[in-house]
């Protein structure tokens, strides 16, 4: 998921009877499945907590159009240039989407995107791994989105009422992502030559645990997640997230006729469940912590867009200042 | 030159210029001046892609070679590109980048709507429905040059270097050669009079609301895409744009 | 720095009868925002007519401007899932 680590500020559950009378009916109205909206009550942990995992949602989107835009001068096709660059431009949507659902509970954009380029904010760690060929770009719809749907999917009950009808319109635009990314890898692994078949093996290889690490810490490891489920912003735990994911990816993974790096991996007929082998989080607090491959060219990639953009959005301000002013003295 | 190789080289002029462009556009993915932007940037690349594609199509069969769309775009080499000039010049700084756009624009705009109304029936309607979105994108980089042109100071002599520096390649814009008047006879393409005039019309416009100097006409023109001589940068963007299919020459679909 | 105000976005889809709040875009004045309110809200031709509104004012998009406003979306079906056909056996995606 595209929010990982949210830090609730949170160190245990309330009763209903510790809290305040506003912050019962506030959970009350949680507990009834009535959504929170902008102008309601609400604790200021629940406005932090969201802000913080509403903005790590928004910059995820937008960090994660870069190592698709790596790609994106090289389609191979006329179809594949433009299924990529639409999808590549709804994830600049979402973006945009969430944080016009944030900038709801009183937090400024400029603000958050700054704290993002000063190394402040967290976003998805996947978007740190670098894309190396072109069945990435089938790979990363295919396994990322994919990932990101299945979180964003229970995300559409959350609590708070502009996140939710965000994450509705999202949902929506997003299951053209994953299956243009699928598509991309089996026209491959139908057709292809021996060297696409590999490209695809490849790019599933170094996606595969990157794309898992996506759903975050397991559980017990996952402190923050209790405070956040009572509040309904967050709907299901990491580790159910991840095993629905796998559950639901490997007959797609075997249908290409691709294998997964986990030895572990096998059905389980008691479960009802694929198990599969332990994630690296070493490397899942790395690359959390900035030490990912990709961290410091995708964070100037994006601190250099708006900064150098800054004389344009200035301009824009500047001009529309002198037209209303000539407006005013027209009148 | 038959009339039919007349109208082949007519429509890659039209293909390759839209393709081209749409292709620096892309360059800028993730790395526009503000967040709004990325998304009309894009949408301005998938026009001028999907309009690429129909010219690209129509070329195809005329030529009739065994060569689609597809190979049309990604196996060619420079010389037998016949995009504008203008359209691969560098995205430099997005002042550059406005200005290509909007001198483009208007160019296509005026374009399009003649041959919406053209004699041949399959350009006619690609044209009809380009121009829609043609009319999008100039009301958009003409706003952008006012933004900019009337903006800030820093704004301004950037907008202003700008058209200086793309002044050289607006000529060839308006310059009609063999082709061109040999269309414009045959009731398919603009009259090259009225394109030049309705070109400087609105440039002039929009320079003088957005308080710019444009070039003189009579000023020296870099010319030679149409026929396939290019710059420098066209080379280095196919590179990267023919990549795959170029380095996996024994792939058939991807 | 001055940066780019908030607006609010309207958009009155095809089968919709009202207007309805979509989200929100910033921009420069009000034509930006209407450019910036078609880009993000309309890109699946969703809409037939938007409104923005900053602070307390209504700008509603001119009925001569659909043609280029809205027409052109429409031919991109590479934007809707139904357009990847995939076969049966991979269910659902
Ligand atoms: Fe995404
Ligand atoms: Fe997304
Ligand atoms: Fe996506």
């Known amino acids: 998921m595209y929010a990982q680590m949210v830090d609730t500020g949170t160190k245990r559950l309330k009763t209903l009877e510790e809290m305040s009378p506003e912050e019962r009916d506030f959970q009350e109205k949680i507990d009834a499945e009535t959504k929170i909206e902008a102008k309601n ?253 990709c961290n410091h060219e995708r964070i100037s990639t994006r601190r250099k867009a708006i900064d150098e953009g800054a004389w344009v959005r200035e301009a824009a301000v500047a001009y529309a200042a002198k037209q209303k002013q000539r407006a005013a003295k027209a009148a | 030159m038959t009339q039919q190789e007349a109208l082949q080289e007519y429509l890659l002029r039209m293909a390759d210029s839209g393709m081209i462009l749409a292709q620096r556009l892309s360059e800028l993915v993730g790395k ?87 004699k041949d029936e399959r350009i006619a309607t690609i044209a009809a429905k380009a121009v829609k979105e043609a009319t999008y994108h100039l009301r958009r980089s003409s706003e952008w040059v006012k933004r900019m042109g009337d903006g800030t100071e820093e704004s301004h002599r950037r907008i202003q270097d700008a058209f200086n520096l793309l002044w050289r390649f607006t000529g060839e814009l308006i310059t009609p050669d063999d082709i061109d008047h040999a269309m414009f006879e045959a009731g398919i393409g603009p009259d090259p009079q009225q394109l030049k005039q309705d070109w400087f019309g609105m440039v002039r416009e929009v320079a003088a609301q957005a308080t710019l100097a444009v070039g003189e006409e009579d000023a020296w023109m870099y010319m030679g895409g149409k026929t396939g001589e290019h710059t420098e940068h066209l080379g280095h963007i196919l590179a990267v744009m023919q990549f795959l299919p170029r380095a996996y020459p024994d792939a058939t679909t991807w | 720095m001055s940066e780019w105000v908030l607006y609010e976005v309207f958009v009155r889809s095809k089968h919709g009868l009202n207007h309805k709040h979509v989200g929100s875009v910033h921009a420069a004045d009000n034509e930006m925002a209407m450019e910036n309110a078609r880009e993000l809200y309309t890109r699946r031709s969703e809409g037939v007519s938007i409104w923005v509104v900053p602070s307390a004012t209504i700008t509603a998009s001119a009925s001569d401007e659909k043609e280029a406003l809205f027409d052109p979306s429409e031919d991109k079906v590479y934007r809707h899932a139904s357009f990847y056909k995939l076969p049966d056996e991979v269910g659902h995606m």
């Open chain 2, 32 to 118: 526009a001046p503000a967040l709004e932007e990325e998304l009309a940037s894009s949408n301005v690349a998938l026009d001028l892609i999907g309009q690429a594609r129909n010219w690209y199509e129509y070329a195809a069969e005329l030529i009739d070679d065994g060569r689609d769309a597809d190979k049309l775009v990604f196996l060619r080499d420079a010389h037998d590109y016949r995009n504008l000039l203008m359209v691969e010049q560098p995205n430099d700084d997005y002042a550059v980048t406005m200005a290509r756009q909007f001198f483009f624009d208007v160019w296509h705009y005026f374009t399009l709507k003649a041959l919406s109304n053209s």
């Open chain 1, 41 to 293: 009550w609400m604790p200021d942990a629940y406005r932090k907590t969201l802000v913080r995992q509403i903005s790590q949602h928004a910059h995820s989107e937008i960090v994660g159009m870069l190592p698709e835009g790596n790609w994106v001068t090289r389609a191979p096709t006329l179809k594949r240039k433009l299924q990529l660059m639409a999808k590549i431009q709804d994830e600049a949507g979402h973006g945009l989407y969430l944080y016009s659902a944030m900038e709801t509970l009183g937090a400024d954009r400029d603000e958050e995107i700054q704290k993002l380029h000063d190394g402040k904010a967290k976003y998805s760690s996947i978007f740190n791994y670098p894309t190396l060929n072109w069945a990435d770009m089938g790979a990363v719809g295919w396994l990322v989105d994919g990932a990101a749907i299945v979180n964003q999917v229970v995300l559409q009950r959350t609590s708070y009422g502009p996140y939710s009808r965000a994450m509705v319109r999202i949902c929506k635009e997003e299951s053209f992502h994953q299956r243009q990314g699928y598509q991309i890898l089996l026209d491959m692994m139908r057709e292809g030559t021996q060297e696409q078949k590999d490209m695809v093996q490849d790019a599933i290889n170094r996606l595969w645990w990157p794309a898992l690490m996506m759903f975050g810490p397991h559980d017990d490891e996952s402190p923050n997640s209790q405070q956040s489920m009572v509040w309904k912003i967050k709907r299901k735990s990491n580790d159910e997230l991840r095993q629905m994911f796998i559950d639901q990816t490997i007959p797609q993974l075997e249908f290409l006729g691709c294998t997964v790096p986990d030895p572990d991996l096998k059905w389980n007929e008691e479960r009802g469940h694929y198990d599969f082998g332990e994630i690296n989080w070493k490397e899942f607090y790395d690359v959390l912590k900035g030490n990912g491959p």
